[in-house]
């Protein structure tokens, strides 16, 4: 079955710092990968949208300049928090779209908590 | 615009008890409806989904939905609730852009 899987699953880091977070597509190709924010004991919140090869589509009210997005290739979306601060913090999702075996679906990853001391 | 209303942000059921975790969407375009589960500390797994065709879409683990295009509704159901269904269920839609609106999610607790 498709796997989606997020490095790291968990990360703390200081205020003012820039955090990675991968997101990859393990046994298919992604063409279109979301990512998504939940805070504690709420719903996921569509942040932007990137396909691979071009500038990813950011929801209204989310910085593009403070979450980079980039998606370099069909397997591979990083999102970096860049000069990251305690409101930062939260539980964020990546989901990649494309088929895996003759299944079209959208397939999520595990999540990565990020706690900004 | 899409959007996704679930009704219900807590739902407390008896164990063996039937439950009904229900979801309305609004949508100018044809849509295709979801339920996710996430399990406490853990991320989101697929529980069932609406493309075409039947209505009425199972999951194996007993749970159903039944699309219901006049109502506007996507309810969730199981005759029979396990302590191990507590968790947070959320409804989602989606239109031809892929992309996956939430809806707030359902805590459901299982009482002994």
């Known amino acids: 079955g498709a796997v989606v899987s997020q490095h790291p699953s968990w990360v703390i880091c200081k205020s003012g710092t820039s955090v990675k977070i991968e997101c990859r597509s393990l046994d298919f190709q992604a063409t279109t990968m979301f990512w998504y924010r939940q805070f504690p004991k709420q719903s996921l919140m569509l942040m932007a949208t990137?396909?691979?090869?071009?500038?990813?589509?950011?929801e209204q009210g989310v910085e593009k300049d403070k979450f980079l997005i980039n998606h370099a290739s069909l397997t591979l979306s990083t999102l970096t928090v860049t000069s990251a601060h305690p409101e930062d913090s939260s539980f964020y999702i990546c989901?990649?779209?494309?088929?895996?075996?003759?299944?079209?679906?959208?397939?999520f990853g595990p999540g990565t908590r990020l706690t900004v001391l | 615009a899409q959007s996704v209303t679930q009704l219900d942000s807590q739902v407390p059921v008896f164990e063996e008890a039937p439950v009904e975790l229900r979801c309305n969407y609004s949508s100018s375009v044809s849509v295709y409806l979801f339920w996710y589960v996430q399990y406490p500390n853990q991320g989101l797994q697929l529980l069932l989904k609406y493309l075409s065709g039947s209505t009425l879409v199972e999951s194996i683990n007993g749970f159903e939905a039944e699309f219901n295009k006049s109502q506007t509704s996507f309810h969730l159901r199981k005759p029979s609730v396990h302590i191990s269904d507590t968790a947070e269920y959320f409804c989602?839609?989606?239109?031809?852009?892929?992309?996956?609106?939430f809806g707030k999610g359902t805590r459901l607790h299982i009482l002994p």
């Open positions: 989602a839609v989606s239109g031809e852009d892929d992309k996956i609106i």
């Open positions: 989901s990649a779209s494309g088929t895996s075996g003759s299944e079209i679906g959208q397939y």
């Open positions: 990137s396909n691979e090869g071009s500038k990813a589509t950011y």
